[in-house]
Nanobody, 121 residues
Framework: EVQVVESGGGLVQAGGSLRLACAAS????????IGWFRRAPGKAREGVAC????????YYEDSVKGRFTISRDSAKNTVYLQMNSLKQEDTAVYYC??????????????WGQGTQVTVSP
């Protein structure tokens, strides 16, 4: 069974940085994609970025391009989301998810519990 577990959330001032980690287990030989999503208070969940575990292809939502970087450590089956130049509007619960389809605009099959990221003024 595929499982993903997030870590690394917290409180940071605007302009600061945080790195989230997603530890995945149970991945088979299929080409899995790991995606990061977020849900801000009062808003719908949105895709942030994703990465193909096999070939490293990445995709970013427009609002985070140039500020967030997604990367993978295949040996550790861990995906990272480096978030720089954080803004208050980045405050949300961030979720890691796994799926066999690349992209961030479709439902994923496997989800983590989420980690809170709060950006203060």
């Amino acid at each position: 069974e595929v499982q993903v577990v997030e870590s690394g959330g917290g409180l940071v001032q605007a302009g600061g940085s945080l790195r989230l980690a997603c530890a995945a287990s149970g991945l088979t030989d299929a080409d899995f994609t790991i995606g990061w999503f977020r849900r801000a208070p009062g808003k719908a969940r949105e895709g942030v970025a994703c990465i193909s575990i096999n070939n490293g292809d990445t995709y970013y939502e427009d609002s985070v391009k140039g500020r967030f970087t997604i990367s993978r450590d295949s040996a550790k089956n861990t995906v990272y989301l480096q978030m720089n130049s954080l803004k208050q509007e980045d405050t949300a619960v961030y979720y890691c998810a796994a799926d066999t389809v690349f992209g961030i605009y479709h439902p994923y099959d496997y989800w983590g519990q989420g980690t809170q990221v709060t950006v203060s003024p």
